[in-house]
């Protein structure tokens, strides 16, 4: 089955964006870093690239066709392996590594102490944090907002279309808290309870597939509220003037991750430049810039104060929080996907 990550469908934009355009992927000279494109680039390369190559490393080509599993495992197994850093989830790092499709990290280079602690991977680097949140519109909801993921399931008392991702993350965590699981007994994921919760929900269901869809059925009130990475619900709050709100109770936070596929042309270069993604300064920058989290708990202590409320990291916002099982979803991502994809496809 291929794996669709939650960035897959930026793909197709990344790839008018790829930069520099006369470099060609592995042509040597240069790390060569797989991303989902979009405005991503500019940000990565204001945040990371342009200081690491200011302080004399090698030029940073960017790739924004999008680093599936299938498309890293691909390059591998034949041999001819184009890229050096990729932007992965952190059960795609777990699950590529069981392959060999992965380099082992080299944390004599890298700094595991610079890495939220589940997120430092055998063959991954927790780059950056966001979160799964419920947002709203609080002119539907006005004399009584939804609070947590019961409420969500709660069609009687809060009448509407429910918004999740068609990819499952967030969604099946949202599942079990709304049948009562608390936040540190969410894992294991009791896929009989999920798929009951979801084919109870399923009248009142819209799926998105990307985040500009998450966004714009809010907008267009094609769903009364939706599941959805807290930087769109954060854009969508100050874009409608607070119409649509958001809260991070019972959020579920996930990792950015970078991985370096086996044999990738620039070798260690590629942790150097992993390395230096960790510096506190430049995770504050790229939180200012995409809207994401720090993975870096130094990042985290000495985020502004005006970009606190955006950062799932900070510890009044990470207390609200469920912490995702990479491992979980790394053992059981094929079987969850082909239940839920089963269920949506039921007439």
């Not at 930069?19 to 592995?26: E, K």
């Not at 680093?67 to 989830?89: F, H, L, Q, Y």
Request: glycine content about 10%.
């Amino acid at each position: 089955m291929v794996r669709l990550s939650r960035r897959t469908l930026l793909a197709s934009l990344g790839a008018s964006l790829t930069l520099p355009a006369s470099a060609a992927p592995g042509s040597g000279g240069e790390i060569v870093f797989a991303t989902w494109g979009g405005t991503e680039i500019k940000n990565l390369t204001r945040a990371f690239a342009t200081p690491f190559q200011n302080a004399g490393g090698p030029t940073i080509v960017f790739d924004g066709t999008g680093p599936t599993e299938g498309a890293i495992r691909n390059m591998v197994d034949s041999g001819d392996v184009g890229w050096d850093v990729c932007d992965a989830d952190g059960y795609s790092a777990i699950r590529l590594g069981r392959t060999g499709a992965l380099s082992a990290i080299d944390y004599s280079i890298v700094d595991r102490n610079l890495i939220e602690p589940p997120f430092a991977f055998d063959h991954g680097v927790g780059g950056y944090t966001y979160a799964y949140v419920l947002a709203y519109d609080t002119e539907l909801y006005k004399e009584q907002p939804p609070q947590n993921w019961g409420d969500f399931w709660d069609v009687k008392r809060f009448p509407g279309k429910r918004g999740l991702w068609r990819w499952m993350n967030g969604g099946f965590e949202a599942a079990m808290l709304s049948a009562g699981a608390t936040r540190n007994k969410v894992y294991p994921i009791d896929l009989t309870v999920v798929m009951d919760r979801l084919k109870q929900l399923k009248p009142h269901l819209q799926t998105w597939e990307s985040g500009a869809q998450s966004k714009q059925m809010l907008v267009d009130r094609v769903v009364g509220m939706s599941c959805i990475w807290h930087s769109r619900a954060v854009q969508l709050a100050a874009e409608t003037n607070g119409r649509i709100g958001w809260t991070w109770a019972d959020g579920i936070l996930y990792p950015g991750v970078w991985v370096v596929p086996k044999n990738n042309p620039a070798g260690s270069q590629a942790f150097k430049f992993i390395a230096s993604m960790q510096e506190a300064q430049r995770q504050v920058n790229f939180t200012g810039l995409q809207g994401v989290g720090p993975c870096n708990p130094n990042a985290t202590q000495a985020m502004p104060a005006s970009l606190k409320s955006l950062d799932p990291t900070q510890p009044e916002n990470r207390a609200q929080l469920v912490t995702v099982d990479s491992t979980w979803w790394a053992d059981n991502y094929d079987l969850a996907m082909k239940r839920f994809q089963d269920l949506l496809n039921q007439a």
